[in-house]
């Protein structure tokens, strides 16, 4: 069984930190742990703009507090994002989240995330294993 805390991810290595300064991700369950998908609880911050293309995983989102939206480049839909919003990138969407506040959000990733990835210049978080 795995227990972790919130709290007690805060300031270590799991707390990553985007290298644009957009979001901050508390890295809960990782490729290491071997259960298939990671789970992260990530913070977007107020007034930021990310793109975002997902071309290597799958990911679910919950958001659970904030306000914002999610562009989908694909169709030109854009929904908004508050607390009890769920949305999944099930085709590998590009697309735009931007966070009128700052946005807490429960995410989880297929293949799981080593903990390392942060976006590259097309939005894509590169498809990293343990051995990487």
């Known amino acids: 069984m795995i ?3 919130l709290e007690e991810l805060k300031g270590t290595d ?3 930190k985007a290298a644009k300064g957009t979001w901050t991700s508390r890295r809960m369950l990782l490729a290491r742990d071997k259960m298939g ?3 992260h609880d990530t913070l977007i911050h107020a007034g930021t703009e990310t793109y ?3 071309a290597n995983h799958l990911e679910a989102v919950y958001c659970v507090g904030g306000k914002g939206e999610l562009q989908d480049l694909d169709n030109g839909v854009t929904y908004p994002l508050y607390d009890g919003v769920m949305y999944a990138l099930n085709g590998h969407e590009r697309h735009y989240l931007r966070a009128e506040e700052e946005l807490r959000m429960i995410c989880v990733f297929n293949p799981p995330l080593t903990g ?3 976006h590259d210049e097309n939005g894509v978080y590169p498809l990293l294993t343990e051995e990487d």
Request: no cysteine; glycine share 0%; proline share 0%.
């Open 37 to 39: 998908f990671s789970f």
């Open 116 to 118: 390392r990835e942060d």
């Open 52 to 54: 975002i293309h997902y």
């Open 14 to 16: 799991a707390e990553f």
């Open 3 to 5: 227990v972790r805390k």
